[in-house]
């Protein structure tokens, strides 16, 4: 499977809604999607309600997308996150670097929003 993005920008930043799988095959095209979105500073949302399966290639490109964020400034924060992501999130650990989201809404930076 393929993973698809939309961007789209709004007065509180960008939105990234992302379509498909994150695994090896797409984690490297999204990374570099990515990398110049957090590079500018801006909030970044990325929304992952659409996303279906995330493998642990997947899981480390959003790491480096969070630590990225926090050297050059910027706010990133997952929205979207669905039972199947979130049980691999949570299973690996990955879900304690972030707090559990508030029922929907834009979470603060290192958050997880639902």
């Known amino acids: 499977m393929t993973l698809a993005l939309k961007e789209r920008r709004t007065k509180a930043g960008t939105v990234v809604t992302l379509t498909g799988e994150i ?57 979207g996150v669905g039972e199947e992501v979130r049980f691999v999130m949570s299973a690996t650990g990955f879900l304690g670097f972030f707090d559990a989201g508030d029922g929907g809404q834009t979470a603060p930076a290192g958050q997880v929003a639902t």
């Open 23 to 79: 695994n090896s095959e797409t984690s490297g095209t999204l990374l570099e999607q990515l990398r110049p979105l957090v590079r500018s500073g801006d909030t970044l949302r990325i929304d992952l309600k659409h996303v279906s399966y995330i493998s642990s290639a997947g899981l480390r490109t959003l790491l480096v997308v969070y630590r990225e964020a926090q050297h050059s400034g910027a706010r990133v924060t997952l929205s």
